[in-house]
């Protein structure tokens, strides 16, 4: 443990365990946390990603609150629970919120009340930050680990203190016309409870921002793999890392085969330069996932500090299953549908199914669009040219195009667009009446109170109508990993309630101003939107394909993914097993679509000749049966 020890020792007191999603964050960040704990170190490992594996690397259940952990003395775990978190928010914030858009706008209390539910459910990313500030001036741990979501949301965690600061700024807005009309008829003011609130919520956001800047107290450690793809979005990440002033402590490669390929070789070489200040280490692939402390203590014994050569190499290979059937080429093993949907726990190789699937559908005739609705999109990695925001043709692939939608930007566009109709409908027609500002300022600013995750909707909502304009055969689309992607699936019917809701505020102010364009912007967004959640639900034109790996914690995962989403009734195309070198054991439990199996490849596919390669290993597994 000698280099663990090293590790720990120049970490400052909070270690946020970030990175691409499959690469081992949540083993590290609980080796890292068994070892402190053995340590004498009391220690809290909290998981803010939704799709909940801490208690499969831990080996135990672990509760919505810090609780310890058996066999491991001085280790408390905690899995974050967005939406029990959002009710205890909710139950101590709930009466001062109502109190607050009552006083700033002219909804009733019922009407507040359906607003405010609207907004908060699945809050995933406020939710951690307030979890966090809670946390600023706890003295029960002298470490505390933080294992997180893969890239994208995390960078949007580590990003919401001036997001949130937004949404302060509404409430406040709406506050402040309330200041105004009391100062107006007594000529004075005292704060109140709804003043305290906003000053508690400001200072809260503003001391987690300072923590996250904090070198001497949070650092960063990145885990990574030997594998391109992977190298390049951590490249990213540690850059948005320096761009957000925080501090990059370490770089983790993980699973570290011996030998190592050319490619592999490259990509460790490649990992060296990434943040040339922070200290490499690297860790050999073993046997078996890490389950339970015990082999977590072993994950962390062979981590090593990175100083070899990696010149040891071999040819890249694809390997196919002795006896298996490869598809034949130009057609897939299953039928898809005007809309593919591929999810699964990040790390899987999600990207490289849809990238495959859209080589294999495309045709000059039928043209096929693969899409990335991930914060961290890596489709242009996958083919190995730049894809943009642009549709963009894939070379080598006539029919083939690709795109890597900004979820973030395009509803900021929208958001912006709003707000400018809505500051222009209000000065044409009230000038710079002082009466009429707040209620300007409360309008404009109204879509900060928009739910979590409505960035992602917008966007594929958007899709709905490439998808009905018919120049795509078929739409693929890549999402984030499992709990964001159950959250975008959920989403439709709470933007239609939010929507409907801002709808029926808006027109309260008809006797103010006419909002006919900016309504007119909320009203096609709710239209674009059910027909979305028509499409998802419509077996004949929709389907999910789950892709997975045979190890014990993606099993786990993937098994809760399907059983959400027929619980959501979202159509399931089947199951990718993906990397496989024995076959694989399908899920008995999923009872529609049909189990796959692809071969493993080393390196992993890259580049359209790889990936049509790969493609033709892939052989049905399983036929499920309903019922």
């Not at 951690?128 to 029960?140: C, E, P, S, V, Y």
């Not at 981590?303 to 390997?319: F, M």
Request: charged share 20%; hydrophobic share 45%; net charge neutral.
């Amino acid at each position: 443990m000698i280099e663990l020890d090293a590790l720990l020792d120049g970490l400052p007191t909070w270690v946020l365990v970030g990175g691409k999603g499959g690469v081992g964050k949540t083993t590290c960040a609980g080796a890292l946390a068994v070892r402190a704990a053995s340590r004498g170190e009391p220690t809290l490992l909290l998981s803010l990603d939704p799709a909940r594996s801490l208690g499969d690397a831990l080996g135990c259940a672990v509760r919505t609150h810090a609780h310890p952990v058996p066999g491991c003395p001085g280790l408390d775990a905690w899995q974050l629970d967005a939406g029990e978190a959002r009710d205890d928010f909710l139950a101590r914030w709930r009466g001062v919120l109502l109190d607050i858009v009552d006083r700033g706008t002219y909804l009733d209390r019922t009407e507040i009340a359906s607003l405010l539910d609207a907004a908060l459910p699945g809050a995933d990313e406020t939710m951690a930050l307030l979890t966090l500030a809670g946390l600023d001036r706890d003295a029960r741990w002298r470490r505390i680990v933080i294992d997180t979501a893969p890239t994208g949301h995390t960078l949007r965690l580590l990003q919401l203190p001036d997001s949130f600061r937004a949404l302060l700024s509404l409430l406040d807005a709406m506050q402040e016309k309330h200041r105004f009309i009391v100062r107006a008829l007594t000529r004075r003011y005292r704060s109140d409870q709804a003043d305290d609130f906003l000053a508690r919520m400001r200072q809260q956001t503003e001391n987690i921002r300072t923590t996250f800047t904090d070198a001497g107290r949070l650092a960063v450690c990145l885990v990574s793999r030997a594998e391109a793809l992977v190298v390049a979005e951590t490249a990213r990440y540690a850059e948005a890392l320096d761009g957000l002033g925080m501090h990059l402590g370490a770089v983790i490669v993980n699973a570290v085969p011996a030998p190592l390929h050319a490619e592999q070789a490259t990509a460790l070489r490649s990992l060296r330069v990434i943040a040339p200040a922070a200290r490499h280490f690297v860790v050999p692939t073993l046997p078996h996932p890490p389950t339970g402390v015990d082999s977590l203590n072993a994950w962390g014994a062979s981590l090593t500090i990175d100083v070899s050569d990696a010149d040891s190499i071999e040819r890249p290979r694809v390997q196919p299953r002795r006896g298996s059937r490869g598809v034949a080429r130009g057609s897939l093993p299953f039928p898809t549908r005007p809309l593919v949907i591929v999810g699964g726990k990040g790390g899987v190789g999600k990207t490289s199914v849809a990238c495959a699937i859209g080589i294999g559908v495309a045709r000059a005739a039928q043209p096929a669009l693969v899409v990335s609705t991930d914060p961290a999109p890596s489709v242009g990695d996958a083919l190995d040219q730049a894809i943009g925001a642009d549709v963009t043709p894939v070379r080598g692939v006539p029919g083939l195009f690709a795109q890597q939608l900004d979820a973030a930007a395009a509803f900021g566009r929208f958001r912006d667009d709003y707000g400018a109709r809505v500051t222009g409908v209000f000065d044409a027609l009230m000038g710079g009446s002082v009466e009429a500002s707040h209620d300007r300022r409360v309008v404009s600013e109204l879509l900060s109170l928009a739910p979590p995750g409505i960035d992602e909707l917008y966007s594929l909502a958007s899709l709905g109508e490439t998808i009905a304009g018919g120049r795509y055969a078929v739409v693929i689309v890549d999402p984030a990993p499992t709990g964001h992607l159950l959250r975008l699936l959920e989403m439709p019917r709470l933007a239609l309630e939010w929507t409907h809701l801002l709808l029926r505020l808006m027109l309260r102010y008809k006797e103010i101003v006419a909002l006919g364009d900016a309504a007119q912007e909320l009203l096609a967004f709710a239209r674009r939107t059910r027909e979305l959640a028509a499409l998802l639900h419509d077996p004949s034109r929709a389907g999910l394909l789950i892709v997975a790996l045979d190890e014990p914690l993606v099993r786990s995962e993937t098994q809760r993914l399907a059983d959400a989403v027929r619980s959501i009734e979202i159509p399931l195309l089947g199951v990718v097993w993906n990397r496989v070198d024995v076959d694989v054991e399908p899920l008995p439990t999923v009872s529609s679509g049909e189990q796959f199996q692809a071969s493993v490849a080393e390196p992993p596919p890259r580049g359209v000749p790889a990936l049509r390669s790969w493609l033709r290993t892939w052989s049905s597994l399983h036929r499920a049966t309903n019922g």
